[in-house]
Nanobody, 125 residues
């Protein structure tokens, strides 16, 4: 199983970015897909999750209303659209996958078996 995240970059506050995660060896259709981020010197934190089946979404409070995640089952990819970016969004962003995740564990990085490499997002003020 491989997850390949891309789309990061350097932007100004208020700009938008779209991150993509290409998945191989695992069907996103039947997997719970999530995004986490990790800022320098901080722990990895939950950003968003889209449960298998696509019916349940959940976002971390700091990104609600600004970020949106979605799956493309045909392309086997997951995206994270990030709007109205703020300097505090600066971090390495990771996509993660699980086929057994339960709702109560969605914010726990250890609950995800598969991880992509990070893609760096830097937001300048």
């Amino acid at each position: 199983v491989q997850l390949q995240a891309s789309g990061g970059g350097l932007v100004q506050a208020g700009d938008s970015l779209r991150l993509s995660c290409v998945v191989s060896g695992l069907a996103v259709r039947s997997s719970t897909m999530a995004w986490f981020r990790q800022a320098p010197g901080k722990e990895r934190e939950f950003v968003a999750v889209l449960f298998r089946g696509g019916s349940s979404l959940h976002y971390a409070d700091p990104v609600k209303g600004r970020f949106a995640t979605s799956k493309d089952n045909a392309k086997n990819t997951v995206s994270l659209q990030m709007n109205s970016l703020k300097p505090e969004d600066t971090a390495d962003y990771y996509c993660a996958a699980s086929q057994t995740l339960i709702w109560s564990s969605m914010k726990n990085p250890q609950a995800y078996k598969y991880w992509g490499q990070g893609t760096q997002v830097t937001v300048s003020s």
